[in-house]
């Protein structure tokens, strides 16, 4: 039988650059990128074997982009390319995060969360994950994970899941990305060491006009793109309670003004800016009609 031929681009990817990269690498087939969280932080990009190969020329598109490496591999080395430059970390204060191929425990004081990379956003990995688990961890300080809570454009669920260990109640994630759907029960699946049984989170696949999407909601978690989080602040103010809060980010540290401006036009109240590297997180409150 002969074996499938894979292909992995290794890419050098300035920050700025990363969010239209991403789009255009998806258009063109790509079936998984991710960013390594360990410096020099090079970015893979992965492409079917029944795909023909992109035209690296598409690249120059992106100011700053290189294409460092071009690597074929059969279907009996795609678990280990998929390993490469993924190891586990620390997040915030209080979490541990690994892989699950790694079998050792992080620190027994940290919490210990499991993650499957490549199947969707959201392995705390990046920045903005990162900086959005910060902001839960000083919510939950502050007595403010109260329920309910709705986690738009949820990936893995890794934050709705950070938010129920933290402490959070009534939280519900979707993502309008079907896969999310099998990667969230996943991610449960592989913390079941941390869950015991309960069930962290509601989950559908679909759009912020759902049905289930009801409200009040006295959290809201939306670690999207910028432009999305525009496109979404009215829908997000009317399902948001009055003083509840909201945490965006997957927003370039060099549109802070305009994310600010935008949250403060829809009735959000910015409370708190969190920056790492490229990117920042906001905390803002949804104030009183």
């Not at 681009?9 to 991403?22: A, F, I, S």
């Not at 949250?263 to 009609?289: C, D, H, M, N, Y």
Request: with cysteine.
């Amino acid at each position: 039988m002969v074996s499938a031929i894979h292909l992995r681009w290794k890419l050098g990817v300035p920050d700025p650059q990363e969010e239209g990269l991403c789009a255009w690498l998806e258009a063109v087939g790509s079936s998984a990128f991710y960013r390594e969280a360990d410096p020099p932080r090079a970015c893979y990009a992965y492409f079917p074997p029944d795909l023909a190969p992109p035209d690296a020329a598409g690249l120059a598109a992106f100011p700053g982009v290189c294409l460092l490496a071009a690597e074929s591999f059969g279907d009996e080395d795609w678990l280990a390319k998929s390993r490469e430059g993924f190891g586990a970390f620390g997040v915030g204060s209080r979490f541990h995060v690994r892989p699950l191929w790694e079998q050792t425990p992080g620190p027994t004081d940290r919490i210990d969360l499991v993650v499957n990379p490549g199947l969707a956003f959201g392995t705390g990995g990046h920045e903005t994950t990162r900086l959005c688990m910060t902001l839960l961890e000083e919510l939950a300080d502050a007595g403010r994970l109260q329920g309910p809570v709705l986690d738009i454009g949820a990936g893995t669920g890794i934050l709705s899941l950070a938010a129920f260990l933290l402490g959070g109640q009534g939280l519900t994630a979707f993502d309008i990305d079907p896969d999310c759907g099998p990667a969230m029960h996943e991610l449960m699946e592989l913390n079941a060491h941390l869950l015991k049984g309960a069930t962290p989170y509601a989950s559908f696949v679909g759009t912020l006009d759902h049905p289930r999407v009801t409200g009040p909601y006295m959290g809201l978690l939306a670690n999207i793109l910028l432009v999305t989080i525009q496109e979404l602040l009215p829908r997000m103010a009317e399902v948001a309670a009055p003083g509840g809060w909201l945490i965006a980010s997957g927003i370039l540290a060099e549109r802070t003004d305009e994310a600010l401006v935008s949250l403060i036009t829809q009735g959000f109240r910015p409370e708190k800016v969190l920056t790492e590297g490229e990117w920042i997180a906001i905390l803002a409150v949804r104030v009183s009609a």
